[in-house]
């Protein structure tokens, strides 16, 4: 069993940088695969739980406080299709607990077939960053290569649009001119919080097993491999993951000094550089903050002429904060309930099925996006799986789940299957190794 596992960790590593590729080549049938891989992975194992007894998922009720809320977390979002009993609720839960599912089937396996987890996310590491390189060269060829006059045959010219009979966009523009690239990915926010994570599994053994200045070759092409995931992240157009990617390489450089004793020089400036940190973080939220009111005390778009030097920020900065407003305002008026399937992708497909139009709210934020649907249940259960999980890590992989809690915030990115499989696969290994770095 333990050689199925490996199997399908790997072709999900593989394939998953490449979703929006192979939902566009491929006949529609095979935008399932993930989901094929996931249930047979379930099956074998509840069949293991069979044979021992069907105790095993309660033994880790009891020993994983994440798995407890991840599990009620699940069961509430149950309750709240049965009591809608409608379609569109059913597309929700599907966009809103496919990532709880995931880490819940891959802790069943870590229980049942008990085996060294080091060595299996090595694996994972190794073949997700390899296809994530391949994924930004295909992204180069495409933008700079000519590449969009031979996808335009298969891709749709329409910008930034996702129109009603139309396949995937071919590229993405912002108001300035900028083509953010996607790779294989489904889109550029996929794509640059895949290099997110990507970054984060390159820099462990970069920062703390192999963290010395030599003539290693394998740590050098492990800095080329880091070039070419920070180029892209720089394409994707994704501020919000590059911003929490350069948050790695700097808070994984500090863990490394303080780690690496012998340093003793360089150790020193480790305080200055925890203040450099914070003095960062406090201006991105100044500059957001600022940015806010200019959006609000301003002018409307068509008024502004961008000569007067508002080109530099992109109109749709403002609704970074005005939506999760919005949505947690929506939210309070059924806080206990929620209003499943008002929000998001589900609610597009509604709006798209009785009005063909393919306009929906978003929250703009992963957890008022719980609140609005699920009600104060639902994002506190998500809330309390995120501080089990945070508490129970140390060292690189604390600061990778404190920034992703940053960066997620940043848009409802869960609502992207792709997105939900791979850090919640990510959260389940780290999870099980428990942080020993």
């Not at 599912?101 to 994972?124: A, G």
């Not at 489904?186 to 010395?212: H, N, Q």
């Not at 309930?337 to 008002?342: F, I, N």
Request: net charge positive; hydrophobic share 55%.
């Amino acid at each position: 069993m333990s050689k199925i596992i490996r199997f399908s960790i790997m072709l999900i590593g593989v394939l998953l940088p490449w979703h929006g590729a192979i939902t566009v080549f491929l006949p529609s049938i095979f935008r399932y695969w993930k989901e094929g891989i996931l249930f047979g992975l379930l099956l074998t194992g509840l069949f293991g739980c069979f044979h021992q007894k069907g105790l095993t998922f309660f033994r880790l009720l009891l020993k994983k406080k994440m798995v407890l809320w991840s599990s009620l977390f699940l069961f509430w979002l149950g309750v709240l299709v049965i009591i809608d009993q409608n379609y569109y609720s059913l597309i929700a839960a599907r966009y809103l607990g496919f990532g709880f599912l995931v880490f819940l089937i891959m802790n069943l396996w870590w229980e049942v077939y008990p085996k060294q987890i080091k060595p299996l996310l090595n694996d994972f590491s190794g073949v997700f960053i390899g296809s994530m390189l391949a994924t930004v060269l295909f992204g180069i060829w495409a933008k700079f290569g000519g590449g969009f006059e031979i996808l335009s045959q298969v891709y749709s010219t329409t910008i930034s649009s996702w129109v009603p009979g139309q396949v995937m966009p071919l590229y993405h523009q912002t108001a300035d001119g900028f083509i953010r690239m996607q790779g294989g990915a489904s889109g550029p926010v996929e794509f640059g919080y895949m290099l997110f994570v990507a970054l984060f599994l390159l820099l462990k053994p970069i920062l703390l097993t192999s963290f010395s200045w030599t003539n290693d070759r394998s740590l050098w092409l492990r800095f080329f491999m880091l070039g070419g995931l920070l180029f892209g992240l720089v394409q994707s157009g994704s501020r919000a993951a590059l911003g929490g990617g350069l948050l790695l390489i700097l808070g994984g450089i500090i863990i490394a000094i303080i780690r690496h004793e012998n340093i003793h020089t360089i150790k020193k400036i480790a305080p200055q550089m925890l203040r450099l940190v914070k003095w960062l973080l406090l201006t991105i939220i100044i500059v957001g903050l600022v940015k806010w009111l200019a959006f609000s005390l301003l002018p409307s778009s068509d008024t502004v002429d961008e000569s007067e030097g508002f080109a530099i920020m992109r109109m749709s900065d403002s609704a970074h904060i005005t939506r999760p407003l919005e949505a947690l305002k929506v939210g309070l008026t059924h806080p206990v309930m929620g209003d499943l399937a008002s929000y998001g992708p589900a609610a597009r497909m509604k709006n798209l099925n009785e009005n063909n139009n393919d306009q929906a709210p978003i929250a703009e934020n992963v957890f008022i996006d719980y609140f609005v649907q699920m009600g104060l249940l639902g994002s506190l259960l998500a809330l309390l799986f995120w501080g089990s999980l945070l508490k129970s890590l140390k060292g690189f992989d604390r600061l990778f789940i404190g920034v992703s809690f940053l960066v997620i915030n940043m848009a409802t990115v869960f609502d992207m299957t792709p997105l939900a499989i791979l850090f919640f696969i990510v959260f389940s290994f780290l999870s099980k190794s428990m942080g020993k770095n």
